[in-house]
């Protein structure tokens, strides 16, 4: 099983200094940057879009994963990888013509991810699995931070490694949502391998230590799901 990966989301930072949040994860070995991109239509709030990503790219060399949580991505994914992700997440929910989203975001040469809500079942992926390089299986409803983890994701995320060890094993499984030093070793015994965490990173005095944490519990679930 791949190691355990952590990303911060910026949904918990502190959007008045934002420079402050990015620089405070220096030296934490987080794998990326998560930025929630919120319409307001698809979800009920409204966070940033291209240019903030744009502003937030020169200050640190974690890379940033864009998560669309927006109608109709399709307008807008070149914008953002212009802007400086290196990965964009669409809702499959969120596409009327998922493949072809997921070719037109694999064509700016970016990761290509998808990711699904808590009642949204895997049987809207398996045709475009092998398209993916994330599924992101979203562990509260969209739209909030500081959410409680659902733990009826769990068998979930199960059959969600299962299907992906026959038809890609190289898929990365992200959960986002009431992700911390408790759930983690749960989601990752699951098969989870990146962890979406905000609250728990942010809302700690050293976001770089909580997300060390977090990545230290998931890797347990690792090594407990191996033996």
């Known amino acids: 099983m791949k190691q355990v990966s952590v990303h911060p989301s910026l949904l918990a930072a502190d959007f ?47 890379p ?57 079942p895997l049987c809207f992926i398996e045709n475009v699995i092998t398209d993916m390089d994330l599924l992101l299986i979203m562990t509260v409803n969209p739209g909030f931070g500081g959410q409680s983890f659902i733990p009826t994701m769990l068998p979930k995320i199960t059959e969600a490694r299962g299907m992906a060890d026959k038809a890609n094993p190289a898929l990365d499984i992200a959960v986002d949502g009431g992700i911390d030093v408790v759930t983690a070793p749960d989601v990752v015994r699951a098969g989870a391998n990146v962890l979406i965490a905000g609250t728990a990173v942010f809302g700690n005095s050293s976001p770089a230590a909580a997300s060390e944490a977090i990545r230290a519990a998931g890797e347990a679930g690792r090594g407990s799901r191996e033996i």
């Open 16 to 62: 008045s200094n934002l420079r402050g949040a990015v620089e405070s994860l220096k030296g934490s070995g987080s794998g990326g940057v998560h930025c929630d991109i919120m319409d307001g239509h698809f979800v009920p709030n409204i966070t940033f879009g291209p240019l903030v990503v744009n502003a937030i790219k020169p200050l640190t060399d974690i």
């Open 64 to 120: 940033l994963f864009c998560h669309l949580m927006i109608e109709q991505p399709e307008l807008y994914v070149e914008k953002f990888v212009e802007a400086g992700a290196c990965e964009i997440t669409v809702h499959a929910e969120a596409c009327v013509h998922l493949h072809r989203v997921l070719q037109q975001i694999k064509a700016t040469g970016v990761r290509a991810g998808v990711a699904l809500n808590p009642s949204t």
